[in-house]
């Protein structure tokens, strides 16, 4: 149980084009989501957390007109990366919290790797 | 704004050796996570730890968090070629449970 999926799992665009990543809780419901981006070797980034029904809160220096983040269900977040540019370029995890299960813990989709051409 | 600082950032070890881990947040954390993250792969849960000088054990694994409630550590007795990946730790602000901030993760290459 507590599986998360993302969608695409890799994706290659041109400089000035926007993209649309999904994260899908699949075997429980997730009122929160996190979005968080990762460089090589690097540590995870927080960007965002995403509440359903209501509007994400965006971390310090993250622009949310660049970064979209909607959260219409609880099973499905998205983040769209608005009028992408090269410095875009990254690995993008989403994760979910299971409040059915009263813990903290984080699950964590496979990532989707944007690379901005 | 709110820092968690791990060490060392890289560590070689051959088989059979003990590794660990360490973690420092700038304020008190309500609760710490560790995750393991295999190359190419995405972050597991392994822990978490709640209370004050909390130390959990997972088979070759000890996880502590201190008594202050800022610090943690992870033991790995005898590593074995498996274990290696970047270990994360994770830090709730205290007051909220909700979001985790990440130390810079310690990468761990295991020599047969």
């Known amino acids: 149980g507590a599986v998360v999926s993302q969608h695409p799992s890799w994706v290659i665009c041109k400089s000035g084009t926007s993209v649309k990543i999904e994260c899908r809780s699949l075997d429980f419901q997730a009122t929160t989501m996190f979005w968080y981006r990762q460089f090589p070797k690097q540590s995870l980034m927080l960007m965002a957390t995403?509440?359903?029904?209501?509007?994400?809160?965006?971390e310090q220096g993250v622009e949310k007109d660049k970064f979209l983040i909607n959260h219409a269900s609880l099973t499905l977040s998205t983040l769209t990366v608005t009028s992408a540019h090269p410095e875009d370029s990254s690995f993008y995890i989403c994760?979910?919290?299971?409040?059915?299960?009263?813990?903290?813990?984080?699950?964590f989709g496979p990532g989707t790797r944007l690379t901005v051409l | 704004g709110q820092q968690v600082m791990q060490i060392p950032q890289y560590q070689h070890v051959q088989e059979g050796e003990d590794f660990t881990t360490y973690c420092n947040s700038s304020?008190?954390?309500?609760?710490i996570q560790w995750y393991k993250q295999r190359p190419g792969g995405h972050p597991v849960f392994l822990i978490q730890l709640v209370k004050s000088g909390e130390v959990k054990k997972q088979k070759r694994l000890t996880f502590q968090f201190g008594e202050a409630k800022k610090n943690s550590s992870l033991h790995i007795t005898a590593t074995q070629t498996t274990d290696v990946g970047t270990y994360f730790c994770a830090g709730s602000p205290s007051g909220g449970y909700n979001k985790l901030i990440f130390g810079a993760g310690t990468r761990l290459a295991v020599h047969p």
């Open positions: 994760s979910a919290r299971d409040v059915g299960r009263g813990y903290n813990e984080q699950f």
């Open positions: 995403s509440n359903e029904g209501s509007k994400a809160t965006y």
């Open positions: 304020t008190t954390l309500s609760n």
